[in-house]
């Protein structure tokens, strides 16, 4: 099974510029997110989705966007990129949302992470 | 509000020796509590999870976790540490009820097992 999978590994950007990160899963989940992760702030959540049509901001969702037009699909867009975006950024999902009742709420598959770069 | 502390940044165990890492949670009801793993240039994966009943949890690769609700820890610990142990470790934690029922995650700490 692939799980997660993320694209680029590795991108270098200049301010300004616009890209899309790819995320794809074939778990068949309903639930998947993206995080960034900075040095000495954790992970933090910035848009996530409980399926597809169906997105919502999370803690940190200024300067990105989000769509899910299919279930193994959820690709990440920054539209006028900033050096504050330079970060390393995952995709996640799960069976369900994490916040729901469900027996694997929590439990998340990660992709490898995109390490951008903003100059 | 729904917290997680990490007190470690960084814990350094001797191969073979027991290891700790330590989790304090806040939530309000009963919390859910996991522990995630990140090898170097990884993406994180998940080792184990308390939602209800024996206080000590058995995740992957050896690892355990013991939930104590008075002192609001769930501390990972491990037997015998290997050197391929060496990676960043995140607690999360959430409510089991109510309207703020978000994942919260630690800073992560990073475990050295030095040979």
């Known amino acids: 099974n692939a799980g997660v999978t993320q694209t680029p590994k590795f991108q270098v950007l200049k301010t300004g510029q616009s890209m899309t990160l790819q995320c794809a899963q074939d778990m068949n989940h309903e639930y998947m997110s993206w995080y960034r992760q900075d040095p000495g702030m954790g992970l933090r959540l910035i848009h996530y989705s409980v399926g597809a049509g169906i997105t919502d901001q999370g803690e940190v969702p200024n300067g990105y966007n989000v769509s899910r037009s299919t279930t193994e699909d959820f690709p990440l867009r920054l539209l006028s990129a900033a050096p504050s975006q330079t970060s390393v950024y995952f995709c996640?999902?799960?069976?369900?949302?994490?916040?729901?009742?469900?027996?694997?709420?929590?439990?998340?598959?990660f992709g490898e992470g995109s390490r951008l770069t903003v100059l | 509000a729904q917290s997680v502390a990490q007190p470690e940044d960084q814990v350094n165990v001797a191969e073979g020796n027991p290891l700790t890492v330590k989790c304090t949670y806040s939530v309000s009801g009963n919390p859910y509590l996991f522990w995630y793993v990140q090898y170097p240039n990884r993406g994180l994966q998940f080792l184990l999870k308390y939602i209800t009943g024996d206080n000590l949890v058995k995740g992957s690769y050896g690892f355990e976790a013991e939930f104590n609700k008075s002192q609001t820890s769930f501390h990972l610990k491990k037997p015998s540490a290997l050197v391929s142990d060496s990676a960043l470790y995140f607690c999360?934690?959430?409510?089991?009820?109510?309207?703020?029922?978000?994942?919260?995650w630690g800073l992560g700490t990073s475990l050295a097992v030095n040979p």
């Open positions: 996640a999902s799960s069976y369900s949302n994490p916040a729901s009742g469900r027996v694997h709420a929590g439990e998340l598959f």
């Open positions: 999360a934690v959430r409510a089991d009820a109510g309207n703020n029922r978000k994942l919260i």
